[in-house]
Every structure is written in structure tokens, then in C-alpha cells.
T-cell receptor
């Protein structure tokens, strides 16, 4: 049973527009959520995180929103740039422990000119 | 060097071969991990060494054998693999903490093909 789900395997967005990547989770014990970005032939790199005590966290062009009642989080990228084209993984854990991170299957974002 | 480095980047091996993947972290972290990434599947945790204690995923076949000689180095020894073991193998490290949320730092991975 997949506890972290990214239901959209791919997303295409025009440069300058907003990209919204979604993630749903089923385990109500999850209290720490992260987004990772992965380019081909490279390992995932940490992008942004949010703790369950917040409902929004912002870092430059990247904002993560958390809706605990819906068990849903989303990553907003504004404005989208061609260099944002990558696979984005959502991950979640309980008690903020990296050893217990559960990952989604990823969403491939393509930012077009 | 900085970060987490993995060698080799690519590996092709036969089912009867024995090979090892190597990982080194230069971040001063106290936990290291092996993950497997197969196409269209979530990253799958294989092994964790945390504060010198090994934690393993019981679903990992015995043909995968980890070794962690110290907090900076991690190996994954491979023997008699199957074609379905072909995947990207990622090493990661983190700093175990009771006061802050932890995050993983990944290496670039070893793309393994088993023929």
C-alpha cells in the first residue's frame, strides 16, 4: 500500500507560468514533508520542506502548502523556468526522521519555452 | 570533494559476477543509507546505518550485502544478482538529530544493469 502518492506522472507548463505539483498521503502520523528534485543522471536534491505545525512554507520561487485535513500537499513554482524541468519527489515521515522517509513515485515536470 | 560521492556511476554485470558499490560522504553526517530506484516505483529503502547501528529492510534479498566500516564510508556488495535487480542505486546520508527535522543528501547514484 503506497502511503505517499503522486498521481500525476508528468506535467507540462509554459515558461513564466505557475507549476503546481500535488502529493497525497494516507498515514496520519506523518508530520514532516519534503520535496526533492532530480535531474537525469543525478541524485535527488532537497528542495523544500514543511512541518505539520505550518500550512505554508516559502523559499524564493518555491512554496509548499500543506492541508492536513485533506492529507494533501502541493508544491508551487512561480514563475516556472526551463531549468526547473526535472522529476519532483514528495516524501513524508513521522517525527522528522530521515530513516523513515516514505517517497512518492515522482512527477516529471517539463517547462516549455 | 563535497557532498556524497558514489562510484562507479555505471555498472554492467553478469548474474554470476561479484561487484561492490562504494559511497563516501563528506558532510560529517552520522547516518548512511542505500536506496533502490526502479522505473515508475517509489524510492525503496534498502539499508540504514545510523549511529553505528544497522537497520535493514527485511524484504531485501541476501544477494545484497551492506558494509559500513565508518561513518563516512558505505559499501553495497552484490553477488549472483538477477536481471530484475537492474536499477539506480542511490546512497544518501543524514545527520540524526532529536532537535531538528532530518533530511537526506543523495549521491548521484550507480546505474546497474544485470545481464
Amino acid at each position: 500500500d503506497q502511503q505517499v502518492k503522486q498521481n500525476s506522472p508528468s506535467l507540462s507548463v509554459q515558461e513564466g507560468r505557475i507549476s503546481i505539483l500535488n502529493c497525497d498521503y494516507t498515514n496520519s502520523m506523518f508530520d514532516y514533508f519534503l520535496w526533492y528534485k532530480k535531474y537525469p543522471a543525478e541524485g535527488p536534491t532537497f528542495l523544500i520542506s514543511i512541518s505539520s505545525i505550518k500550512d505554508k512554507n516559502e523559499d524564493g520561487r518555491f512554496t509548499v502548502f500543506l492541508n492536513k485535513s485533506a492529507k494533501h500537499l502541493s508544491l508551487h513554482i512561480v514563475p516556472s523556468q526551463p531549468g526547473d524541468s526535472a522529476v519532483y519527489f514528495c516524501a513524508a515521515s513521522a517525527l522528522g526522521t530521515a530513516s523513515k522517509l516514505t517517497f512518492g513515485t515522482g512527477t516529471r515536470l517539463q517547462v516549455t519555452l | 570533494e563535497t557532498g556524497v560521492t558514489q562510484t562507479p556511476r555505471h555498472l554492467v554485470m553478469g548474474m554470476t559476477n561479484k561487484k561492490s558499490l562504494k559511497c563516501e560522504q563528506h558532510l560529517g553526517h552520522n547516518a548512511m543509507y542505500w536506496y533502490k530506484q526502479s522505473a515508475k516505483k517509489p524510492l525503496e529503502l534498502m539499508f540504514v546505518y545510523s549511529l553505528e547501528e544497522r537497520v535493514e529492510n527485511n524484504s531485501v534479498p541476501s544477494r545484497f550485502s551492506p558494509e559500513c566500516p565508518n561513518s563516512s564510508h558505505l559499501f553495497l556488495h552484490l553477488h549472483t544478482l538477477q536481471p530484475e535487480d537492474s536499477a539506480l542505486y542511490l546512497c544518501a546520508s543524514s545527520q540524526v538529530s532529536v532537535t531538528t527535522n532530518e533530511k537526506l543528501f543523495f549521491g548521484s547514484g550507480t546505474q546497474l544493469s544485470v545481464l
